[in-house]
């Protein structure tokens, strides 16, 4: 189950990171709170800053506890930070718990590592 998440978080990863890291309105529900905390936290995380991406995420799961959002982003950020620490590290089982709560809220829940929304 463990590898199979981090396979996934992988395979998810983000791809540009110049591009914008806003999240789609979908994502999150309309709280502003939530929404300014994964967008702070997406930025933190594309610059390597996963102390800060933490925290920002952690806000948003406050904010907003019944999104699959900040549970996914705050188990990928758990997993860089364990990333090339031992294979069964704890850090590392964070990460799988924050996976699962995530896609135990939303099954269909997709990741957006800024996707940039095309102008009408």
Known sequence: ???????????????????????????????????GAIDAGLAAFKKRRFAAAEKDFLRAKDAAPESAAPYFYLGYTYYKQAEKKRPFHPDKEKAREMFAKAYSIDPGFRPVWGERVPKS
Request: charged share 10%; glycine share 2%; net charge negative.
């Open 1 to 35: 189950m463990l590898l199979s998440a981090l396979v996934l978080a992988a395979a998810l990863s983000p791809q540009d990171a110049s591009t914008s890291g806003a999240v789609k309105s979908t994502d999150l529900p309309s709280d502003s709170a939530a929404q």
